[in-house]
């Protein structure tokens, strides 16, 4: 009887690493997930298999993270960082060479994108920096904290990539957000940024420089690099208010949407659940976040907060570029749309982030040194 109850004690205190909120926000994208993924996947063989195999690991790197303790993830803060760091530089030194771009390490009995594991080491980095640094904040942290975001990211904008680049510029800039800088500061970085808009022009390589001259009008090269924003925002409108009905969608199933397991899957869910799915959808996504960044506020230490609303920021950035790609508001970048699309590195590094947010809270009543 004794040893029954002890198992059940077990299983119990495995299972409260779960927050009930965030668990039902990540289950309702998850099934949303396979009916769309199903639906869209018909015309790949094992794409939709491949899918639930890379949702099933990324929900046991959640569990794991979840069991996490935060004083565990402030020591790993500084060697994550810096072996990241080491990676993309083996990266441009070694690296495998894909469609022009050499983002991809061979281990020899596979290969990794290095810069995956930066949108968490970079965050983490910055946290644990302004925990060593809490309430004596001088102008040199904010400049050494810029350094510490810009040296990934310039490595990484080098490979090109400038997607992945923008979420580690974004997953950093979160926290040196939210450790205080002032307005001031950020209106002063703002105009920097828009003086030196004809620099970075110059420095864009043709095709991104392409991609925002197709954002602003795509039907310039309507069958070329226009052909995804105009078949997309065409699905998604073709939806209607309540969409055309699962499996029903003509634009997915006649093959008119590139990427539509990948990158466009939420022209393939607007067109089958139309207007309402897609309400649905936000409000799924909002209330992640939102509980994110309760789990943040409720933080026990500065570490903590700053790192619990960088990932769900992190959330926020995937969906809201995602989105505005779907529909034609920003350029074509490459970002999966969070737990939704096929792709196991990004699931893999989302999954870790929802599960170190579950650790965090779990852990709220400790007070971290």
Known sequence: MNEGHGILRRIRDHAAVFDPTLSAALALLVGLSMLTMYSAAMDFPGRFEGHVRNLLI????????????????????????????????????????????????????????????????????????????????????????????????????????????????????????????NWKAIALLAAGAVASAPLLWSMMHGYQRQRVLTLLDPSSDPLGRGFHII????????????????????????????????????????????????????IVYLLLISRGLFIAAQASSEFARLFAGAITLIFFTY????????????????????????????????????GLLMSIHRHRSLVQT
Do not use: C
């Open 319 to 354: 969906a809201f570029v995602n989105i505005g790609m779907v529909t034609g508001i920003v350029p074509v970048v490459g970002v999966p749309l969070p737990m939704m699309s096929y792709g196991g590195t990004a699931m893999l590094t989302l999954g870790l982030g929802a």
């Open 58 to 181: 990324s929900l046991a790197v959640l569990w794991i993270a979840a069991n996490i303790p935060p004083t565990w993830m402030m020591r790993s803060a500084v060697p994550l960082y810096l072996i990241g760091i080491a990676l993309l530089v083996a990266v441009a030194l070694f690296g495998d060479v894909s469609k022009g771009a050499r983002r991809w390490l061979n281990l020899g009995f596979g290969r990794i994108q290095p810069s995956e594991l930066l949108k968490i080491a970079v965050p983490l980095m910055l946290a644990w920096y302004f925990q060593r640094r809490e309430g004596g904040l001088r102008w040199f942290d904010w400049a050494i904290s810029a350094l510490l975001l810009v040296v990934p990211a310039a490595l990484i904008l080098r490979q090109p990539d400038l997607g992945t680049a923008l979420l580690v510029l974004s997953a950093g800039g979160f926290v040196i957000f939210l450790a205080g800088l």
């Open 231 to 282: 078949q997309s925002t065409i699905a998604v409108g073709s939806g209607g208010i309540w969409g055309k009905g699962w499996l029903q969608g003509t634009q997915t199933h006649l093959e008119f949407i590139p990427e539509r397991t990948t990158d466009f899957i939420l022209a393939a869910f607007a067109e089958e659940f139309g207007l309402a799915g897609n309400a649905a959808l936000l």
